[in-house]
Structure formats: structure tokens, C-alpha cells
């Protein structure tokens, strides 16, 4: 998540090499294409805003893939050249195949025989997570049979290290609150000619860290067996393509958009291929500072309860107390870190809304979404269009991505309703918010059962203005 531009860069290169870790220098410098396609790329994730532990990693992983970069090719004893680049707070690492060897015909499995018994794979990824106190590494492999290029941004240092005879370098990150992750490892197995990549989380200590990579090994399995191997082809391809696609910006809600709707007013949807038609009448928005009559109704996201409660906003009593959030000011990653530009006292707000939704037409409607989480709009140009932050942050924050509390009316916090022919339900539903956000709501109201263009918000999607 960080910004963009900055020009030539003068870089520092070094060999890495056991033989000769500190021996060889030189300089280097890249050239304004590479710098133009990288700075369009750090924009496109830095305006994604906020994203999950794992979906940020993915964002990095792709990140890295920007062009091969030029340099001068030192000589080198191994199959590999492994070049250092660093530049302030951006640090390159080159690594080139030198040998045209065929290794696409062999699968590894990643064996790590003393990873703690706590941590836990998740998801079928190689990513190992300690439920209890938040320890967390996630590997990837690479298979080197070209040129890679790994930019890592917001980096404090590194060190060059030999790991049970595998040529490494540990690279840390400088401090942010948003991430969880502050270190980066990559080892390379001379043999198999792939690259382990691990990404540490904060908490885990680099004796715990050490031990873990000192076991690491890959085992030749079939093709079934095998972890997932990235190649640097997967990816080149996509960021050319994305490279050469121009910055597309949201087209903007027109104030007198047919799609927009007041919170008293009635909406009626027909969906004339399925044969449905209903109606939706938001009934009351009410602001609460005390969720207790809500709360003992047990119909909150857990995620949601577990977020407030971490924050300190929630008391026993069902009272939101203010919270603390930091505002920061995002730096491109190279020249500038982000930096703290402000602390204060956020009060966060419940709102909690009433709805009925009436089936008009003579079938069973199934699991229907009929609304989506809050967004926020300013006006720009007699439009309401997605609240631009100008390069800040701002954490934490009351609101999630969820809808926080939901019940159908019948007990349930299940958010896909089913309505028989002509029944009316009513049910409600509710979000955490900053106070400071109150006049910025608007509700999506969206029957998931037709597409439309995600950066036009004026494109088959009815929204409502419930700003208080």
C-alpha cells in the first residue's frame, strides 16, 4: 500500500555469493522505462485501500514481477547470479539462470520437520498460522529458469546469510502498524534451482525463525504432490498486459441518478428473466452509542464483535467507548516511509437499520442478498463517487467489511433470505461506524443476480442514501 513517483534510481549492487559476499562493487542505474512501469503499478495497489493479511500477500507476490531489469552480469561459479540492488528504502534481488537446464519435469513438496506443533496450515496454502498468538509464515517456491526480479519496498535492512549450506539473504521491513508481516526470506536450493520465499510475521522470534529454515528441505514427488511452483512466465505476461492497459478511474453516481434512492422511499426490482419481482422499504435507521437490547439478541459476526472488543470501543455493559486512530501519511516505499501525521479520538456509532422486503411474484425467491455492506461517497462534481483519501491511512477503524449484525426475523443470522410467494419478512441489520463517517453512508442495494461494471457505480446497482 504505498504511493508512487520518484525517477532514475542510482542503485548499489553486490554479489551474493558465499565465496564472495563482500568482494565485488559496482554501480548501476535504471533505466526511466523500468521506473515508469513500476511507479504505475505501486499506484494501482496503493489506491486498493484496505485488504487481508492473505490478499495483500498475494498483491506482493504479483508485485514483484514489474520487467527485467538490466545490469551488468558478474561472473558467478553456480547455475545462478544473484545480484543485490538497494536504493534507500527499495531493495532488488536479481536472480538469473545461467545454465539452460530442463528441470520442468520435476515436482517438490516443501518438508518442514520442526515447524511448531501450534502453527497450523491453513487453507491448503503454505501458510502456517498460530492461532493463539498470531505467529505466522508463508512460503512460496520459484522455479528460476530465466530472470527474476524481487522488489521489496519500506525495507530498514538485510543480511546475507548461509542456511544449512543454502545461500540466503533476511531482509527486514520497517515497522507498520497495518502489516503483520516485517520480515522476508529467500534461500536458494542449488540443486532443484528454486527459490524459497518466506514471509515472517512480527511476533515470531528469529531463533524461532532460524530453526524452521535451518530443517527446510524440498522433496522430488509426483506432480499431484507437489506444491504449487511459481514461474516468473505466469506473471511477466500479466504485468505487461496491465502495464499497457491506461488507469481507469470510478465513474461517479450522478446526483439525480434513477439509481439512487432516499432512505423513506420504496424500491421495486423485477428480474423478468428469473420471473421475480419484490419490493424493499427501509423502515427505520436508528444511531445507537449502546448496543446492550441488540447485543443480547446474539445476531453479531463474531469477526466483528472479536474486532470492537480488541479495540477497546465495546464494555460489558454494551457501551462504545472512543478509540485511538492513528492517521498516516503514505510514502512511495524508496524515499519516504509512511509517517504519522496525527493521533486522535474517534466515537464510534451502531447503526442499526429495519427493513421488509415483500415478494411480488408467484414463486419461492432463494437465497436472496438484498444488502450489501456500507460504503462511503463524497460529492465530486454533482456526483457522489468513493471517499478519496489523498495518500493517508487511517487505523484502526470502527467499520469492517462485513455486515456486523443480521437477523432475518425468524432467529437467524443467516444474510441469504428465502420468501414464499407473496410473504412479507422483515429483518434487521446493523454496522459499526465512525462517528466522523455519519454524513458519508450509503447502503448498496443489491439482489446478487445479475452483473454489472464495478467501476461505474451508476451501472445496474440501486443504492440509498441513509446519511444522518
Do not use: C
Not at 132 to 141: K, R
Request: aromatic fraction near 10%; charge should be negative.
Amino acid at each position: 500500500m504505498s504511493k508512487d513517483d520518484q525517477k532514475i534510481i542510482e542503485e548499489f549492487a553486490e554479489k551474493l555469493s558465499l565465496e564472495e559476499f563482500d568482494n565485488v562493487q559496482d554501480s548501476h542505474q535504471f533505466s526511466i522505462k523500468y521506473q515508469h512501469k513500476k511507479n504505475k503499478l505501486k499506484k494501482r495497489v496503493a489506491k486498493k485501500g484496505r485488504f487481508t493479511e492473505w490478499s495483500t500477500h498475494k498483491i506482493a507476490v504479483a508485485a514483484i514481477f514489474i520487467i527485467v531489469i538490466p545490469t551488468t552480469a558478474y561472473g558467478a561459479k553456480n547455475w545462478y547470479e544473484w545480484l543485490i540492488n538497494k536504493n534507500k528504502h527499495e531493495l532488488t534481488i536479481s536472480l538469473k539462470n545461467n545454465v539452460e537446464k530442463n528441470n520442468e519435469k520435476k515436482y517438490y513438496q516443501l518438508s518442514l520437520p520442526v515447524i511448531p506443533k501450534e502453527m497450523i496450515q491453513e487453507d491448503n496454502h503454505l501458510k502456517y498460522k498460530n492461532k493463539a498468538n498470531e505467529d505466522s509464515i508463508i512460503f512460496n517456491l520459484w522455479r528460476i529458469r530465466k530472470e527474476i526480479n524481487f522488489q521489496e519496498l519500506f525495507t530498514e535492512s538485510y543480511e546475507k546469510k548461509n542456511i544449512s549450506g543454502h545461500k540466503s539473504i533476511i531482509l527486514k521491513k520497517a515497522d507498520e502498524e497495518f502489516s503483520n508481516f516485517n520480515r522476508t526470506v529467500y534461500m536458494v536450493f542449488d540443486k532443484e534451482q528454486i527459490l524459497v520465499e518466506a514471509t515472517v510475521s512480527k511476533n515470531m522470534t528469529n531463533d524461532e525463525l532460524l530453526k524452521i529454515l535451518e530443517s527446510t528441505s524440498l522433496k522430488e514427488v509426483s506432480k499431484e504432490e507437489s506444491n504449487y511452483i511459481f514461474d516468473e512466465g505466469d506473471f511477466e505476461k500479466r504485468v505487461v498486459d496491465s502495464n499497457s492497459v491506461k488507469e481507469e478511474l470510478v465513474k461517479g453516481l450522478p446526483k439525480s441518478s434513477k439509481n439512487l434512492y432516499l432512505s423513506d422511499e420504496k424500491i421495486t426490482y423485477h428480474n423478468k428473466q428469473k420471473k421475480q419481482k419484490l419490493s424493499f422499504k427501509l423502515n427505520k435507521i436508528e444511531v445507537l452509542d449502546n448496543i446492550k437490547r441488540v447485543l443480547d439478541q446474539k445476531q453479531f459476526n463474531p469477526e466483528s464483535l472479536e474486532h470492537v472488543r480488541a479495540l477497546n470501543m465495546l464494555d460489558e455493559n454494551g457501551q462504545l467507548n472512543e478509540y485511538k486512530q492513528t492517521v498516516y501519511e503514505l510514502g512511495d516505499g524508496v524515499d519516504e516511509l509512511n509517517k504519522v501525521v496525527e493521533e486522535k479520538e474517534i466515537k464510534p456509532k451502531f447503526i442499526y437499520l429495519t427493513a421488509s422486503v415483500t415478494n411480488l411474484s408467484n414463486k419461492t425467491i432463494k437465497d436472496l442478498y438484498m444488502t450489501g455492506p456500507i460504503v462511503y461517497f463524497e460529492e465530486k462534481m454533482n456526483k457522489w463517487n468513493y471517499i478519496d483519501d489523498k495518500n493517508k491511512m487511517f487505523l484502526p477503524q470502527s467499520q469492517t467489511l462485513n455486515i456486523d449484525y443480521f437477523d432475518d426475523g425468524k432467529g437467524s443470522s443467516q444474510e441469504f433470505l428465502t420468501i414464499e410467494p407473496k410473504e412479507t419478512i422483515t429483518y434487521r441489520f446493523g454496522f459499526f461506524v465512525d462517528e466522523d463517517k455519519l454524513d458519508k453512508m450509503f447502503l448498496p442495494i443489491v439482489p446478487y443476480d445479475h452483473e454489472y461494471d464495478a467501476m461505474n457505480l451508476d451501472d445496474n446497482r440501486i443504492w440509498m442514501d441513509i446519511r444522518q
